[in-house]
């Protein structure tokens, strides 16, 4: 693709319809007036600063192979996708790991650059520092990791003027509900599974067309093909959910059952492995009146966690997925309001409530240990392509599209996902 006369015009146009109906599936038509009208004077706002700051001289470039984007600062300090920048890295790849800056230090630092094409004032600040970032690194390919952003169209553009790609890469299952995953106009999009395509073809609102690609997860390696586990260590590993989840009456509950459970089964090893962006204050105050829980250090990776594990218990966490690939037993333990999203009932029965529910369902795996293990192989079919091979298969398709720049059948599953916002 290349950057024609009007097209950035037009992809701002596109955006305003899309950012509208995205409005529209939750509110009347006032409360989307309002919201809308709103965002438009923020997005303005930026726009006409991002026109103040404009510098007149293009960044000075550093040019390299991947340039990784990452959401924030902040996730990048939490290194999930080590495995993939150390491996491209290590193949003799040059990868650049920044992230996306927020519109106030955008300005104060006037990381913009110049649209090819004239922009209306609302996007100027979204599609400047898109132009800045491609200009700045001329990476061959983008890849991105942030759902929704509204710089996506824009780095597209810009990158496709260049003959480079924009890939998305999909840092969990796509199955939830998020309004962020609207936003598909990339290059390429590298997915988890055939749950996650599902999930994305069934939305009501798509905005941008791309190509989707099974590729499996880029954070998973052999880590996971772990040695069996048997019934008889009696070790329950807890995956905790995220600070905003665990402030939630329905996880509070959820946790406050699982710790009851704990203290009338000292005979159990209760290991908590928390989400990175949580303290567990629950868990952490807990253990020091129960012998039998620990709290899994920071350090610990979710392979070492689970190699300790004979059965997991599952909240709402994509980690699910990863313990399903473990051949570990799974019990699905949530007393919130939301939605199941990983189709657990259908692998590993009806989502436990109470205590007695979860010792029934603890005996009948210690019972029937080996089919809930092949039950756990059939989620992972369900939800992970490629399995523990992940991360290779990643970098292979990775390293193909930038040989060839483009992927067909026979370097990868690759399907057409054309949007839906008219």
């Known amino acids: 693709m290349t950057s024609t006369e009007g097209t950035w015009k037009d992809k701002a146009r596109a955006l305003d319809r899309y950012r509208w109906r995205l409005l529209r599936e939750r509110h009347t038509l006032l409360g989307a007036a309002l919201r809308y009208g709103r965002d438009a004077l923020v997005d303005l706002i930026f726009g006409m600063r991002a026109r103040l700051r404009m510098p007149a001289a293009s960044p000075s470039a550093t040019p390299c192979d991947f340039l990784l984007l990452q959401a924030s600062p902040k996730v990048i300090a939490l290194r999930r996708k080590k495995l993939l920048i150390e491996t491209l890295r290590q193949r003799g790849h040059r990868l650049e790991e920044v992230a996306i800056e927020a519109p106030r230090e955008v300005l104060r630092q006037a990381l913009l650059a110049r649209p090819p094409e004239k922009v209306p004032l609302r996007y100027l600040g979204y599609a400047a520092h898109a132009q800045w970032l491609v200009e700045r690194y001329q990476p061959r390919i983008l890849l991105n990791d942030r759902n929704g952003s509204l710089h996506s169209p824009f780095l597209r553009l810009a990158l496709n003027a260049r003959g480079s790609r924009l890939v998305h890469l999909a840092h969990a299952t796509t199955v939830e509900g998020s309004r962020k995953l609207g936003m598909n106009d990339y290059d390429y999009y590298l997915i988890f599974g055939q749950s996650s395509f599902d999930a994305l073809a069934g939305r009501a609102l798509r905005f941008g067309s791309c190509k989707v690609v099974l590729a499996g997860s880029h954070m998973i390696d052999?880590?996971?093909?772990?040695?069996?586990?048997?019934?008889?260590?009696?070790?329950?590993?807890?995956?905790?959910?995220?600070?905003?989840?665990?402030?939630?009456?329905?996880?509070?509950?959820?946790?406050?059952?699982?710790?009851?459970?704990?203290?009338?089964?000292?005979?159990?090893?209760?290991?908590?492995?928390?989400?990175?962006?949580?303290?567990?204050?629950?868990?952490?105050?807990?253990?020091?009146?129960?012998?039998?829980?620990?709290?899994?250090?920071?350090?610990?990776?979710?392979?070492?966690?689970?190699?300790?594990?004979?059965?997991?218990?599952?909240?709402?966490?994509?980690?699910?997925?990863?313990?399903?690939?473990?051949?570990?037993?799974?019990?699905?333990?949530?007393?919130?309001?939301?939605?199941?999203?990983?189709?657990?009932?259908?692998?590993?029965?009806?989502?436990?409530?109470?205590?007695?529910?979860?010792?029934?369902?603890?005996?009948?795996?210690?019972?029937?240990?080996?089919?809930?293990?092949?039950?756990?192989?059939?989620?992972?079919?369900?939800?992970?392509?490629?399995?523990?091979?992940g991360l290779e298969n990643s970098v292979r398709i990775l390293e193909t599209l930038l040989r060839t720049g483009a992927l067909d059948a026979s370097a990868a599953d690759v399907r057409e996902l054309p949007g839906n916002c008219r």
């Not at 995956?239 to 402030?247: F, R």
């Not at 690939?325 to 990983?342: E, K, T």
């Not at 005996?363 to 490629?386: G, N, P, S, T």
Request: charged share 25%; aromatic share 8%.
């Open 222 to 389: 052999d880590a996971y093909d772990l040695p069996p586990a048997t019934p008889q260590w009696r070790a329950l590993l807890v995956l905790g959910v995220g600070p905003d989840k665990e402030k939630e009456a329905g996880y509070q509950r959820t946790y406050a059952l699982l710790g009851e459970w704990a203290r009338r089964h000292p005979e159990y090893r209760i290991l908590v492995k928390r989400h990175p962006r949580s303290q567990v204050p629950f868990w952490q105050q807990l253990s020091e009146s129960l012998p039998n829980l620990q709290v899994l250090p920071s350090d610990c990776s979710l392979s070492d966690a689970l190699a300790q594990a004979s059965v997991v218990a599952n909240l709402m966490s994509n980690a699910v997925i990863e313990a399903a690939l473990a051949g570990r037993p799974v019990v699905p333990v949530n007393l919130s309001d939301d939605r199941d999203i990983f189709s657990q009932p259908r692998f590993f029965g009806e989502t436990v409530t109470t205590a007695d529910e979860l010792e029934a369902r603890l005996q009948d795996i210690e019972q029937h240990y080996d089919d809930y293990v092949r039950h756990a192989r059939e989620f992972v079919e369900f939800h992970l392509a490629h399995g523990s091979k």
